[in-house]
């Protein structure tokens, strides 16, 4: 099993910069493959981005594409999502999650552990 913590958030003004950490503890980090969702107000939990085992192969969502860069540190543990010409529809709670295997998955069911999730708010 794993333990993911996030941490990171907060509110930026639109056009400015956020980075989410998430922390593993627990299990052998690399033996999970990782993704970013997150969840607006009324709406159903989406991919932002989700990567490999091995973080050699990501998958970004249209919306994030060109803005959002997700990357791992299996040494440290710690999974990170730079946010950058961040919108206000970009506001929502961010999670990370984790599955054991290598390949990327992009549906939240196939992730077994999740974070608590930080808050993004994004102003016009």
């Known amino acids: 099993q794993v333990q993911l913590v996030e941490s990171g958030g907060g509110l930026v003004q639109a056009g400015g910069s956020l980075r989410l950490s998430c922390a593993a503890s627990?299990?052998?980090?690399?033996?999970?493959?990782m993704g970013w969702f997150r969840q607006a107000p009324g709406k159903d939990r989406a991919i932002v981005a989700a990567?490999?085992?091995?973080?050699?192969?990501?998958y970004y969502a249209d919306s994030v594409k060109g803005r959002f860069t997700s990357s791992r540190d299996n040494a440290k543990n710690t999974v990170y999502l730079q946010m950058n010409s961040l919108k206000p529809e970009d506001t929502a709670v961010y999670y990370c999650?984790?599955?054991?295997?290598?390949?990327?998955?992009?549906?939240?069911?196939?992730?077994?552990?999740w974070g608590q999730g930080t808050q993004v708010t994004v102003s016009s």
């Open positions: 999650a984790a599955r054991e295997g290598a390949a990327i998955a992009v549906t939240a069911t196939l992730y077994a552990y």
């Open positions: 627990g299990r052998t980090f690399s033996r999970y493959a």
């Open positions: 990567s490999t085992r091995s973080g050699g192969n990501t």
